[in-house]
């Protein structure tokens, strides 16, 4: 066990936290499982995981069916731990997805979306800053309908993202320590705190959502922009508001904005301000107006007394 300990912290750079297994639950697995196997409780990234160390040789198939028997029997992802394996072997573990340790050699994790190579490749760090679809889960989450107990699945449909980069958006936020998934083969997301204090555990992982600005000079009328920077700000706080009209429109909208009635400038004759976002603004708002988070981050870090204060404002307004 302590071999395992030191890979996971070599080559992850955390220590999993050993627990006690559920005797209860252990004393009711099949004897022969017990015979061939040894079970240890542990937590890795606020999730918990048994090592089912391997006493004997196997199948690939005969191992994939034991693990799932412990996996259903514990309702915690069963992950085998093997001194010594050939090569044809892992491929065949991992062509089925079976997860697996091999201290000090290798490590497939597909749960947590790990696979390390041989000889201790070192893992691609975890990103400092959320990607668009992971903010914009959150920010949901935060200020339209409470994402607690929803599987990865309906959450891509509310969001219309695929289900790939929903399943990257929740491992960031449980890698994180924001939130937890539950369940094996169709896992739901539990948020680890709420409200303000949810926010203020993410936002230093956040991002600014605009992408890009166009000026223009004339008018627009669409459905699809939503009023942004200071005239959402002047909406929701004191701030006084600006001539210039702002507006966010989603990804790649950009392109649609402009024609007869609307001619792409500069900054200086510009009267209209298009802002392209990392994510769809459509989502976070049930008003022609930007949510409040998603502003703060535009405006966040700016040295301007006025936009601090309204900024504070903006924050103490919103009904966590």
Not at 27 to 41: D, F, Q, R, S
Not at 189 to 218: C, D
Not at 271 to 285: G, H, R, S
Request: hydrophobic share 40%; net charge positive; charged share 25%.
């Amino acid at each position: 066990m302590d071999e395992v300990i030191k890979y996971l912290k070599d080559a992850l750079g955390v220590e999993p936290e050993i627990k006690l297994l559920k005797t209860e639950k252990y004393k009711a697995l099949p004897m022969y499982l017990l015979n061939e196997y040894t079970i240890k409780h542990i937590q890795l990234y606020h999730r918990d995981l048994l090592f089912v160390f391997v006493k004997s040789d196997f199948t690939t198939e005969k191992l994939r069916k034991h693990l799932d028997i412990i996996r259903t029997a514990f309702n915690t992802i069963a992950v085998a731990v093997i001194n010594h394996l050939e090569a044809y072997k892992r491929l065949r573990l991992i062509e089925k997805k079976v997860p697996f340790i091999i201290p000090g050699k290798q490590m497939y994790l597909p749960d947590f979306l790990i696979d390390l190579k041989e000889y201790g490749t070192k893992p691609r760090e975890l990103p400092k800053t959320m990607q668009p679809a992971t903010q914009l889960l959150i920010l949901y989450h935060l200020q339209i309908e409470k994402l607690d107990g929803f599987n990865l699945k309906e959450i891509a449909e509310k969001l219309m993202y695929d289900g790939a980069t929903i399943t990257r958006a929740s491992f960031f936020l449980h890698n994180t320590g924001l939130c937890t998934l539950q369940g094996t083969k169709e896992k739901s997301i539990h948020f680890n705190a709420e409200g303000k204090e949810l926010w203020t555990k993410a936002e230093p992982f956040m991002q600014n959502p605009v992408r890009r600005i166009q000026y223009y000079s004339g008018w627009v009328d669409d459905d699809n922009i939503y009023n942004a920077n200071i005239n959402a700000i002047a909406q929701y706080t004191d701030l006084n508001d600006e001539i210039v009209e702002y507006y966010a429109v989603r990804p790649k909208y950009l392109k649609f904005i402009g024609g007869a009635n609307a001619k792409a400038t500069g900054l200086l004759k510009g009267n209209i301000c298009i802002e392209e976002w990392k994510y769809n603004p459509y989502f976070l708002t049930k008003t022609r107006y930007v949510d409040p988070l998603s502003l703060y981050l535009c405006f966040r870090g700016k040295p301007d007394e006025r936009i601090e204060m309204a900024l504070e404002q903006l924050i103490e307004k919103i009904k966590w």
